[in-house]
């Protein structure tokens, strides 16, 4: 059995185990693990990588070749935080409930896209609106920002609301950037 483990999102805690098992064998041992050659990296029954990337799900398992990968063909959907969000948001909005009743409040801003400007034009001004309301009640608050949003949208499906439990009397955010993961560039303020 052949795989591939390219670097990156724990490879070496993978090839530590694929070594304790003891299934590492030389070649020619049967039912040992070789490496696959990089080059024909097709041929393989194990595949470990950092990323989706380039794999081509339709030609897993083919051709008679049992195949696993470390990834799920769409996983981006639920293992990104901004769409799982986004997914989370569309499913309650489909029901007609408001997402911000269940999760805290939550600005996606995607820097790749050409709404940026906006959102983060509506992230700084929900912000300076809790700021300056934050001794006032969360209700008190959440009538502002729909208030504020009203303005600015032309329709709203959900509105931005803060429940009682997120309202501690400080104005606390957490900024996480798209596109990375293991809490790199993830800021609190």
């Not at 990296?41 to 799900?57: E, H, I, M, Q, V």
């Not at 901004?82 to 029901?95: A, G, H, I, M």
């Not at 009743?101 to 996606?108: C, N, R, S």
């Amino acid at each position: 059995m052949k795989y591939v483990i390219k670097p990156g999102n724990n490879s070496k805690l993978i090839m530590r185990v694929l070594e304790k098992s003891g299934r590492l064998e030389p070649k020619g041992y049967s039912p040992g693990w070789e490496a696959a050659d990089d080059n024909m990296d097709s041929l393989y029954n194990f595949k470990w990588k950092p990323t989706s990337a380039g794999l081509k799900y339709d030609l897993i398992s083919k051709h008679g070749l049992k195949q696993v990968v470390n990834h799920i063909k769409g996983h981006g959907q639920i293992t990104t935080k901004d769409n799982l969000f986004t997914n989370v948001k569309t499913y309650y909005e489909s029901q007609k409930q408001n997402v911000f009743d269940v999760v805290p409040l939550t600005i996606v801003i995607d820097y790749l896209k050409d709404d940026v400007g906006e959102k983060m034009e509506m992230f700084m001004n929900l912000h300076k609106i809790i700021e300056k309301n934050i001794n006032e009640d969360f209700e008190e608050i959440n009538k502002k920002m729909f208030a504020y949003q009203q303005a600015k949208e032309k329709s709203i499906k959900t509105a931005y609301k803060i429940n009682r439990c997120c309202q501690s009397g400080e104005n606390l955010w957490l900024l996480k950037p798209t596109g990375f993961n293991r809490g790199i560039g993830i800021h609190i303020f």
